[in-house]
Each structure stands twice: as structure tokens, then as C-alpha cells.
């Protein structure tokens, strides 16, 4: 009884320790360009409203970054490169405190990195020759200059007064509401009225309704048992990105411990209540984590006694295999034995 109470224990601090890590990785869904004199600006957050440049203290971290950078001897990249500066901190207020926070590296300019609107408007995504990519939890910076000492601009009246222009010209023309989507925009501040330019994103995926199916196999109290699983549920889209899964599912498990010729298809019967999130911030490198809980709707031998409760976590390894470390409790978890299953969707 104490080796499945240290097994439940450990089942129970993996979900937590999981979730929690999964909890610093934010989905940055808004991505607004700004276009300078002598710069562009990329701000990549949760909300382009609450996280415009102007608020963001980018004069206080470019500048003790510009101090850094002044100790270190840089050599100029070629016409075709530029160098890449990037700083990364889990504090969204701490700032660059010396040259190992630093990685430096040549990087190739992409000719094809243009971005042309309808009017005729091209914008350059690789410019200038140094690239300063500042990332913290919910929000990522990419600044490029020619210099690093175009960095002081961001201590200037000329750059809190154009950035809050593009702010008022940005919300006014997307409005300041809920967006289900994420905005993807280019900001032209070089003259005095700042103009925008909306740009559509390369994904627009939609809440929907999700039917799905699969077999499984895993072990439950020492014994090899299989399942077939049936899903309903509904997506739900945050942003551009599936980020919750609301479902029913259906599980009828075999275990195998009564078979024989006249009785061999003694099926088990789960019906759970789940819940999962994904907690990327990348439509392209998905991290699904899950919670269900199930009860024993039809009990056909043995194996499970009556009113038998089941917990289980799903971590989703990809679109077709899924790893479930499970508990499985009756008369009010008076009796707790452990499992773990394997799930493949059709």
C-alpha cells in the first residue's frame, strides 16, 4: 500500500511540476512592426494596446544594453549579413547586467524578406546591420539598426511621440476590443502621421467541433489491458492558435484476466470529462497537456470494482500517439492503484 501511495504521490507532482512549466511559456500572438527613420521595431506580446513601444521601457533596456555592447569589439558584418544580438530573461523588467547574457552571432540577410501591400508599400524585414532580439516571457523585441549607437533614439521626445501616434493610428484602425485573431501589422512612422498596414496572418484556424476516435494500451494493477476510446468535444481558438479542448470521452477497456472461449469480450465501460490546453506559443511546435475524469458506467466482471473513479493525465506527444499516467480509486479513494496507458488516434 505505501509503494501505491509513493507511485500516486509521484503521478500527482509530475501533472503539477508539468503544468506549472508550462505556465512560463506564453503565446505571443500579436506582432506589430514599427518603421522608423533609421529603425524598425518588432514587438511581438499578448496585446499590442497594453504593450506599444512607448510603454515598454525600451529607453532603460536599450540603453543599459548600449553600455554592454560598448565593452564588447564587434566586428562590422558583410554587406550580405548582419550580426544577431540576442537577451533572454523569464523577468519581463530585467535588463542585459553583463556581456555572458549576450549571444552574439553573423547571420545571412533574406533578399526575399519583403512585405509588399496593395498601394505599392514595401516593407524590408532584414534591416540594417545589427539585429538586438530581446526576449522575456510575454514579450519579444527585435530592433534593427545600422549602429548600435541608434539605440539612443529610444531616449529621445521624437520616439515616445511617434510610437504613441502609432498606438492611436493602430487601435483606430483595428479597434480596442476582444479579437479572437491575433494582428499582424506594419507601422510607417517616418513621416509625421503615422500609417498602418494590416497583414494577414498565415493561419486562421476556427473553434470546432471535434469527433475522434482511437485504440490504446497501458497496464493497470499488473495487467495489460487494451482500449477502444471514442472523443466529442469542442476547440476552442485564442488568438489564431487551439488553445483549449473541452470533451466527452469513451472508453471501453479489455483486460484480458477472464477470457476464455465462452466469454471473451468482457468489456469495461469509462465515460470521462476532460480538459486540455496548449500551452505553446508557436502554431508550429504544439504542447498539448491535459486533465479527465471518469467513472465506471458498465461494469462487466471483475477487474474494476463497483463505483471505480478514474484520473488521468494526457500528455500529447503528437497528432497521433498520447501518453496517459493514471489513477484509478473506488469508495471515495479508499482504494488507489496506479496506471499508465498509451493512446493512438485514428
Given at each position: 500500500m505505501k509503494t501505491i501511495k509513493t507511485i500516486a504521490i509521484v503521478i500527482i507532482l509530475t501533472i503539477i511540476s508539468q503544468s506549472a512549466n508550462a505556465v512560463s511559456d506564453i503565446f505571443k500572438g500579436?506582432?506589430?512592426?514599427?518603421?522608423?527613420?533609421?529603425?524598425?521595431?518588432?514587438?511581438?506580446?499578448?496585446?499590442?494596446?497594453?504593450?506599444?513601444?512607448?510603454?515598454?521601457?525600451?529607453?532603460?533596456?536599450?540603453?543599459?544594453?548600449?553600455?554592454?555592447?560598448?565593452?564588447l569589439a564587434i566586428v562590422s558584418p558583410a554587406e550580405d549579413e548582419y550580426v544577431l544580438i540576442e537577451y533572454k530573461s523569464t523577468n519581463d523588467n530585467q535588463y542585459v547586467e553583463n556581456t555572458r547574457d549576450l549571444s552574439l552571432k553573423n547571420q545571412k540577410k533574406n533578399t526575399k524578406q519583403l512585405v509588399i501591400f496593395g498601394d505599392g508599400t514595401i516593407f524590408e524585414k532584414d534591416f540594417g546591420k545589427y539585429c538586438l532580439h530581446l526576449i522575456y516571457r510575454e514579450i519579444e523585441f527585435k530592433i534593427f539598426v545600422d549602429q548600435p549607437s541608434d539605440l539612443s533614439y529610444f531616449s529621445s521626445?521624437?520616439?515616445?511621440?511617434?510610437?504613441?501616434?502609432?498606438?492611436?493610428?493602430?487601435?483606430?484602425?483595428?479597434?480596442?476590443?476582444?479579437?479572437?485573431?491575433?494582428?499582424?501589422?506594419?507601422?510607417?512612422?517616418?513621416?509625421?502621421?503615422?500609417?498602418?498596414?494590416?497583414?494577414?496572418?498565415?493561419?486562421?484556424?476556427?473553434?470546432m467541433l471535434i469527433l475522434s476516435g482511437g485504440?490504446?494500451?497501458?497496464?493497470?494493477?499488473?495487467?495489460?489491458?487494451?482500449?477502444?476510446?471514442?472523443?466529442?468535444?469542442?476547440?476552442?481558438?485564442?488568438?489564431?492558435?487551439?488553445?483549449?479542448?473541452?470533451?466527452?470521452?469513451?472508453?471501453?477497456?479489455?483486460?484480458?484476466?477472464n477470457s476464455s472461449d465462452d466469454n471473451y469480450f468482457d468489456l469495461n465501460h469509462f465515460v470521462s470529462l476532460g480538459w486540455e490546453h496548449n500551452f505553446s506559443n508557436s502554431p508550429l511546435d504544439e504542447k498539448w497537456y491535459g486533465l479527465s475524469f471518469g467513472y465506471l458506467v458498465?461494469?462487466?466482471?471483475?477487474?474494476?470494482?463497483?463505483?471505480?473513479?478514474?484520473?488521468?493525465?494526457?500528455k500529447k506527444i503528437n497528432n497521433t500517439f498520447s501518453v496517459k499516467p493514471e489513477l484509478y480509486f473506488n469508495d471515495f479513494f479508499k482504494n488507489i492503484y496506479p496506471g499508465i496507458r498509451v493512446s493512438v488516434a485514428f
Open positions: 500579436d506582432t506589430i512592426r514599427y518603421k522608423f527613420d533609421k529603425m524598425l521595431v518588432e514587438v511581438a506580446s499578448t496585446n499590442f494596446i497594453a504593450n506599444s513601444p512607448e510603454k515598454l521601457q525600451l529607453a532603460e533596456k536599450t540603453g543599459q544594453l548600449q553600455k554592454i555592447l560598448d565593452q521626445e521624437a520616439f515616445k511621440q511617434k510610437s504613441k501616434s502609432g498606438t492611436v493610428a493602430l487601435g483606430d484602425k483595428i479597434g480596442k476590443g476582444y479579437r479572437k485573431n491575433p494582428v499582424q501589422a506594419w507601422v510607417d512612422l517616418r513621416d509625421d502621421e503615422a500609417k498602418v498596414f494590416i497583414q494577414e496572418p498565415a493561419y486562421k484556424p476556427m473553434d485504440i490504446g494500451a497501458g497496464w493497470v494493477k499488473n495487467t495489460f489491458v487494451s482500449d477502444f476510446n471514442f472523443r466529442l468535444g469542442l476547440g476552442f481558438v485564442n488568438r489564431g492558435m487551439m488553445k483549449n479542448i473541452y470533451s466527452i470521452d469513451w472508453s471501453m477497456m479489455y483486460d484480458f484476466s458498465s461494469r462487466n466482471n471483475d477487474f474494476f470494482k463497483e463505483n471505480t473513479f478514474r484520473l488521468s493525465m494526457n
